[in-house]
């Protein structure tokens, strides 16, 4: 698959992101912009969500996630 880093190099593509409703409610509203300008032939899509993903079959590029268990084949 293709590396966050490659798309700084001129690659285009949609990144798919994945986070916790409270993240996504903190994070993204100044990191978006930011992401855009700096990456404008990128295209972001968030998936803000408390619930369990499939991080394959739902094709997310990047995920932030919390848990208070720890899992060790993470």
């Known amino acids: 698959g293709r590396r966050l880093q490659n798309f700084a190099h ?3 593509g949609l990144v798919r992101i994945s ?3 409270s993240v996504g409610d903190l994070l993204f509203p100044t990191l978006l912009p930011e992401l ?8 972001f ?3 803000l969500s408390n619930e369990h993903r499939d991080f ?3 094709e997310i590029s990047f ?5 208070s268990d720890l ?3 993470l």
């Open 63 to 67: 995920a932030i996630r919390s848990n």
């Open 56 to 58: 394959v079959k739902d």
């Open 45 to 47: 899509e968030l998936d």
């Open 10 to 12: 001129g690659e285009v």
């Open 36 to 43: 855009k300008k700096t990456l404008p032939q990128v295209q």
């Open 19 to 21: 986070a916790p409703l």
């Open 71 to 73: 899992v060790p084949d």
